[in-house]
């Protein structure tokens, strides 16, 4: 099938009597041409109810292509994990040596990890 222009309103004028065929000519009901593209690519349409129901399409929201691939979310799994304790600067945070059993240079993150899919 060509490119013709009342080709992106086909499915809108199928739906209301119209029929499109490969040439880019809108028939009605009756099979009188309501549109139509000449062979230079100018567009003349004698039924008002063809360019409003061709308005209302192009007006109406875009739906999202099933052809794209959707962005999948990934999966996280989370672990807790011994890092360096840092300071407000991003500076390594040295062990207090007067406290006897806590160990200030270190604290537990969670960290999230990307599961693979296979």
């Known amino acids: 099938?060509?490119?013709?222009?009342?080709?992106?309103?086909?499915?809108?004028?199928?739906?209301?009597?119209?029929?499109?065929?490969?040439?880019g000519c809108v028939?009605?009901?009756?099979?009188n041409q309501s549109a139509a593209e000449d062979?230079?690519?100018?567009?003349?349409c004698k039924d008002p109810n063809v360019t409003r129901i061709c308005q209302e399409v192009e007006a109406a929201p875009k739906k999202p292509s099933s052809k794209k691939?959707?962005?999948e979310e990934p999966e996280y799994e989370e672990t807790l994990e011994m890092v360096r304790a840092r300071d407000k600067n991003g500076h390594?945070?040295?062990?207090?040596?007067?406290?006897p059993d806590v160990n200030?240079?270190?604290?537990?993150?969670t960290?999230?990890?990307?599961?693979?899919?296979?």
Request: net charge positive.
């Open 1 to 23: 099938m060509s490119n013709k222009f009342y080709h992106k309103y086909q499915e809108a004028l199928e739906a209301h009597g119209y029929t499109v065929d490969e040439a």
């Open 27 to 31: 028939r009605d009901a009756f099979g």
């Open 39 to 44: 062979a230079w690519g100018n567009v003349q």
């Open 69 to 71: 691939a959707k962005k």
């Open 92 to 99: 390594f945070i040295a062990d207090d040596p007067s406290t």
């Open 104 to 109: 200030e240079a270190w604290v537990v993150k």
């Open 111 to 118: 960290v999230k990890k990307v599961i693979k899919k296979n």
